[in-house]
């Protein structure tokens, strides 16, 4: 059995874990008897459960899991013949002797990858002609395609950024992760602080905000449209008093919050007038099968009758508490961050949206205190200069800062370092600064007018003028 002290690095039943071959990433929950789908293999993780993280499973028949042993790990390849060049090999497709066949049949034999590589060397008629490097690279390539590991690693922000990036930007909005890591520090989260969030990137911001206050302070999610979107920060497996600190508010609230006209203890009127049309729907249907069934019925059909009348008012009931029940917790959910919001002392702010940014940011600017960082993301820098510029003609704010980001990953390896050459084009643009406290209590006009004019220097060296 595990220790108490290392349980947070062992696979537990339900964790949330990301599994990964290659530069493939996927999360997943870890259910009983779930069947996982992965890169054209399906398995099942059950048998992860109590091994820690990092761990690297082979899938072997009846997709069970075992850990991979570290004497496997090497190279399959124990030939030290290699060629001094590749210009002499012709890559006809007849130099390798299995067939496509062959290999099924090695397969079900029970053959691992790495022995399904080893045949494939002993039988290709080139491979001790190519280079070292190129032999190198054969293998890996063909480890890639024939051996069936899989890599099961604890979510953090980095390992999701990159999984969606690499799978589904469009859902992030093309936000990679070292632009997600500058953000989190230009914010500058950390403990205890408060920070306001409005973000349309399938919760990967939001995620990675709540990992870095580590469960200590308050979260405000600033929502569009009906409800927020948390799947990102599902992938997370956040413990529950993590949720404790996240708290929710629509964004088309915000004015009346600012005007002192929000009601947080009146209902929801909309809501209200959809719950009695579904209550008032639910009643005509009992009354229209009454008046289609025929006149004469005999006494069990009518009692069978007023049972189903009966349950089916149970339903109706329970239901409606049910509505209830859910627009009451939203209404304390909306006054609790509408209590947090007023006091107008947030401590950041970080906005990455599909959206224009302009006005969001203006409008959300009013609810931090002075001396505080925001930082605004944007795929775009066209918004971005706007905001930029509107900024500026407001005032309030200091260190504005329009940046962008550059990475390219290298290959480092003995006598062949170099640049990927796939690389990403773009990172997006980030306007960062600094919030100040203004005087309103004069003008800016009248400011100009009393400041003292600088005195002129007298120039003593100048030809025309006469010396003491």
Same mark, same amino acid.
């Given at each position: 059995?595990?220790?108490?002290?290392?349980?947070?690095?062992?696979?537990?039943?339900?964790?949330?874990?990301?599994?990964?071959?290659?530069?493939?990433?996927?999360?997943?929950?870890? @259910?009983?008897?779930?069947?996982?789908?992965?890169?054209?293999?399906?398995?099942?993780?059950?048998?992860?459960?109590?091994?820690?993280?990092?761990?690297?499973?082979?899938?072997?028949?009846?997709?069970?899991?075992?850990?991979?042993?570290?004497?496997?790990? !090497?190279?399959?390849?124990?030939?030290?013949?290699?060629? +001094?060049?590749?210009?002499?090999? @012709?890559?006809?497709?007849?130099?390798?002797?299995?067939?496509?066949?062959?290999?099924? +049949?090695?397969?079900?034999?029970?053959?691992?990858?790495?022995?399904?590589?080893?045949?494939?060397?002993?039988?290709?008629?080139?491979?001790?002609?190519? +280079?070292?490097?190129?032999?190198?690279?054969?293998?890996?390539?063909?480890?890639?395609?024939?051996? &069936?590991?899989?890599?099961?690693?604890?979510?953090?922000?980095?390992?999701?950024?990159?999984?969606?990036?690499?799978?589904?930007?469009?859902?992030?909005?093309?936000?990679?992760?070292?632009?997600?890591?500058? $953000?989190?520090?230009?914010?500058?989260?950390?403990?205890?602080?408060?920070?306001?969030?409005?973000?349309?990137?399938?919760?990967?911001?939001?995620?990675?905000? $709540?990992?870095?206050?580590?469960?200590?302070?308050?979260?405000?999610?600033?929502?569009?449209?009906?409800?927020?979107?948390?799947?990102?920060?599902?992938?997370? !497996?956040?413990?529950?008093?993590?949720?404790?600190?996240?708290?929710?508010?629509?964004?088309?609230?915000?004015?009346?919050?600012?005007?002192?006209?929000?009601?947080?203890?009146?209902?929801?009127? +909309?809501?209200?007038?959809?719950?009695?049309?579904?209550?008032? *729907?639910?009643?005509?249907?009992? #009354?229209? #099968?009454?008046?289609?069934?025929? *006149?004469?019925?005999?006494? #069990?059909?009518?009692?069978?009758?007023?049972?189903?009348?009966?349950?089916?008012?149970?339903?109706?009931?329970?239901?409606?508490?049910?509505?209830?029940?859910?627009?009451?917790?939203?209404?304390?959910?909306?006054?609790?961050?509408?209590?947090?919001? #007023?006091?107008?002392?947030?401590? !950041?702010?970080?906005?990455?949206?599909?959206?224009?940014?302009?006005?969001?940011?203006?409008?959300?600017?009013?609810?931090?205190?002075?001396?505080?960082?925001?930082?605004v993301y944007s795929q775009y820098k066209e918004t971005l200069i706007e905001c930029y510029t509107k900024l500026k003609e407001?005032?309030?704010? @200091? &260190?504005?800062?329009?940046?962008?980001?550059?990475?390219?990953?290298?290959? @480092?390896?003995?006598?062949?370092?170099?640049?990927?050459?796939? $690389?990403?084009?773009? !990172?997006?643009?980030?306007?960062?600064?600094?919030?100040?406290?203004?005087?309103?209590?004069?003008?800016?006009?009248?400011?100009?007018?009393?400041?003292?004019?600088?005195?002129?220097?007298?120039?003593?060296?100048?030809?025309?003028?006469?010396?003491?």
């Amino acid at each position: 059995m595990a220790d108490n002290g290392d349980e947070e690095y062992r696979i537990q039943q339900g964790d949330y874990v990301v599994l990964k071959r290659g530069d493939i990433f996927k999360a997943v929950q870890i @259910v009983p008897k779930k069947k996982i789908i992965f890169e054209k293999q399906w398995f099942f993780l059950d048998n992860a459960v109590g091994n820690l993280y990092s761990t690297t499973f082979e899938i072997s028949s009846g997709g069970i899991l075992q850990p991979q042993k570290l004497k496997e790990t !090497g190279n399959p390849s124990d030939l030290k013949e290699a060629g +001094t060049d590749n210009r002499n090999i @012709v890559d006809d497709g007849k130099s390798q002797k299995l067939t496509r066949d062959d290999i099924e +049949t090695l397969k079900e034999q029970g053959l691992k990858g790495q022995e399904i590589i080893q045949q494939l060397i002993e039988n290709s008629s080139t491979f001790r002609d190519k +280079t070292e490097y190129a032999q190198d690279k054969y293998i890996k390539k063909k480890k890639k395609k024939y051996e &069936n590991t899989v890599t099961i690693l604890k979510p953090s922000c980095r390992i999701l950024a990159m999984m969606y990036h690499g799978r589904e930007p469009g859902k992030i909005c093309h936000l990679r992760y070292d632009t997600l890591a500058q $953000m989190l520090t230009l914010a500058n989260i950390h403990a205890h602080s408060k920070v306001l969030v409005f973000e349309t990137c399938a919760g990967l911001v939001l995620g990675s905000i $709540m990992e870095r206050m580590g469960g200590y302070g308050s979260v405000i999610q600033m929502y569009p449209g009906g409800g927020p979107v948390r799947a990102g920060v599902e992938s997370f !497996g956040f413990p529950a008093h993590f949720h404790d600190t996240l708290h929710e508010f629509p964004i088309c609230h915000v004015n009346a919050l600012l005007a002192g006209e929000l009601d947080t203890t009146a209902k929801d009127p +909309t809501a209200e007038e959809k719950l009695n049309l579904a209550a008032d *729907e639910e009643q005509i249907q009992p #009354e229209a #099968e009454q008046q289609g069934s025929p *006149e004469e019925q005999n006494m #069990e059909t009518n009692a069978a009758q007023d049972q189903e009348k009966i349950e089916k008012e149970k339903r109706r009931e329970a239901k409606a508490q049910e509505r209830k029940v859910k627009l009451e917790e939203k209404r304390k959910k909306l006054a609790a961050a509408a209590a947090l919001l #007023e006091g107008r002392n947030a401590d !950041g702010l970080v906005i990455a949206s599909r959206f224009h940014p302009c006005p969001v940011l203006m409008t959300l600017l009013k609810f931090l205190a002075p001396s505080r960082p925001f930082v605004v993301y944007s795929q775009y820098k066209e918004t971005l200069i706007e905001c930029y510029t509107k900024l500026k003609e407001q005032g309030g704010t @200091v &260190n504005l800062r329009l940046s962008d980001t550059w990475l390219r990953h290298y290959q @480092v390896l003995p006598n062949r370092t170099h640049p990927v050459l796939l $690389m990403s084009g773009g !990172g997006g643009y980030l306007l960062s600064g600094t919030t100040v406290a203004m005087d309103q209590s004069k003008p800016a006009a009248s400011q100009r007018s009393e400041e003292p004019a600088p005195k002129r220097q007298k120039d003593y060296h100048r030809p025309d003028r006469e010396h003491c």
